[in-house]
């Protein structure tokens, strides 16, 4: 079936550039070769149908007009041994550790920024830096980040990369469990020979490190919530998800009410007092007192609720000047300035605009070099060199010359592949992969993450707003390999 598959100078997921089969996905492959083509896409429909039935969804804008879809889904995993995991674990826990005491230092200390570690304007000229409004504030754990979503890609050469630190409202934990629960339903046969590691106690974990955020002035037990923009918001899927899961109430602005700087929800029974807001609100829009005045979606007076300790709000308000793209850079000095250990999982090369040099050489080189807006997310505001045209060029390098700031430039990445399956065929498809880190009193990290795939064909765009899907991720047990060598 991979006969028309070429691997080329990619580096592949499952295949070896001879296009043999790596030992870990050997048991996968023997299983799926005893499919007829039929099956397989009966197998694939039902798939596609089930995200339809049970409403996984995201929108997608294009001309101020939302746009619901379901989730393209496509069924051959990314699959990792166990030693790998080990190592994307533990420099997942490194990179959110030097990050989230980045955000202790420059909300009070400053430390950073004195030893001129990181440029001051770099930090203080970032409207996402709140030292004003929450500097000084202590608050839960001295925990920043409660949830991280970080994005790893793998280069030609197999070598794991940090693409990219999402620390505001990193979405698409609930796809990591749709996806699984398609799999098991759609595909049982994958997991009868596979020992793989489980989904299941994650989400106790997620709702205990909420309620490890009790802050100053809480009651016992702390009652938390999650605040949502509402039903349209493009993530509202996965907000609805986590909070039936994890057993909290899932509330908008207003069902919340600020007296005497307590936070109150309404209830059928009255007021109940509110100690942890899990937002999925970004600052701007959380108090209409201190940000923009004219949100409808926030709590008026939170933030001084916030500033007394009588409610904590995860994540924390201004961690944003943490994940922005020109940041990015920083995050391995980061690591060697805090922790005095080095980078476990590298950088992708990063150019700065701002810089004169810099910024000559890659408008001379646009063609080669992927653009991205500091400000922008999921696809948005990007240029990817190689596959522009003349036309798209000349507009960003216009856009860089007239705000050199907003913009970052880093070497195209011969992203890796993996085999998808789509259009009853198979074909390489660019993947990359969300790591979701969560911090309470514990740090855990929810094994695999959420794969995504570019799935059309020849694009580097994996993000589902510009037409990526997702891949279930198994992370395999010790001992599983075994299994797989004697399946060959």
Wanted: charged share 25%; net charge negative; aromatic share 10%.
């Amino acid at each position: 079936m991979f006969k028309p598959y070429q691997s080329n100078h990619f580096f592949d997921e499952m295949l070896e550039q001879d296009g043999t089969t790596r030992n870990h996905y050997q048991g996968f492959h023997s299983i799926m070769n005893q499919f007829t083509e039929e099956e397989l896409r009966e197998k694939h429909e039902t798939a596609q149908l089930s995200f339809l039935r049970q409403g996984i969804t995201f929108t997608v804008y294009s001309d101020n007009v939302g746009t619901e879809r379901t989730m393209p889904f496509d069924f051959i995993p990314i699959i990792m041994p166990p030693e790998t995991w080990d190592m994307i674990e533990k420099g997942m826990k490194q990179r959110v550790e030097a990050l989230n005491i980045f955000l202790e230092d420059i909300y009070n200390d400053g430390a950073i920024i004195r030893d001129g570690v990181i440029p001051r304007e770099l930090i203080e000229q970032n409207p996402n830096y709140f030292k004003k409004e929450i500097g000084g504030v202590k608050i839960p754990l001295h925990n920043h980040i409660f949830l991280a979503g970080i994005d790893l890609i793998r280069d030609q050469e197999g070598t794991y990369r940090v693409l990219e630190d999402n620390l505001r409202n990193p979405s698409g934990m609930s796809y990591v469990y749709q996806n699984r629960y398609v799999m098991r339903q759609v595909y049982p046969e994958f997991f009868n020979r596979h020992s793989i590691h489980s989904l299941e106690h994650q989400l106790s974990n997620m709702h205990e490190a909420v309620l490890d955020h009790c802050p100053v002035n809480c009651e016992h037990p702390p009652r938390a919530v999650l605040l949502t923009p509402g039903m349209y918001n493009s993530a509202y899927y996965d907000h609805l998800f986590l909070a039936q899961q994890m057993g909290i109430e899932l509330v908008e602005g207003r069902d919340l009410h600020v007296r005497d700087d307590v936070v109150y929800m309404k209830t059928i029974r009255g007021m109940q007092r509110v100690d942890i807001i899990y937002r999925r609100i970004d600052d701007d829009f959380l108090d209409p007192k201190v940000f923009r005045k004219d949100s409808a979606l926030g709590v008026p007076g939170l933030l001084e609720a916030y500033r007394k300790g009588n409610v904590a709000i995860l994540n924390g308000i201004g961690n944003g000047v943490a994940d922005d793209k020109a940041m990015y850079a920083f995050v391995p000095e980061m690591i060697r300035y805090y922790l005095n250990e080095e980078p476990i999982i590298p950088n992708v090369d990063t150019y700065f605009m701002r810089n004169i040099e810099q910024r000559k050489w890659a408008l001379e080189n646009l063609d080669q070099l992927v653009v991205k807006n500091v400000g922008a997310s999921g696809g948005y505001d990007m240029l990817i060199g190689p596959h522009a045209t003349n036309e798209e060029i000349a507009r960003f390098k216009k856009k860089i010359e007239e705000e050199p700031h907003q913009y970052i430039a880093q070497p195209t990445i011969q992203l890796s592949r993996a085999p998808s399956f789509q259009d009853g065929r198979f074909y390489p498809c660019h993947v990359d992969l969300r790591v979701f880190v969560m911090r309470g009193k514990q740090t855990h990290v929810l094994p695999g993450g959420l794969s995504r795939v570019a799935l059309k064909e020849g694009s580097l765009v994996v993000n589902s707003s510009q037409g990526g899907g997702g891949k279930d991720t198994w992370v395999l047990k010790k001992g599983d390999e075994q299994y797989a060598q004697q399946s060959r």
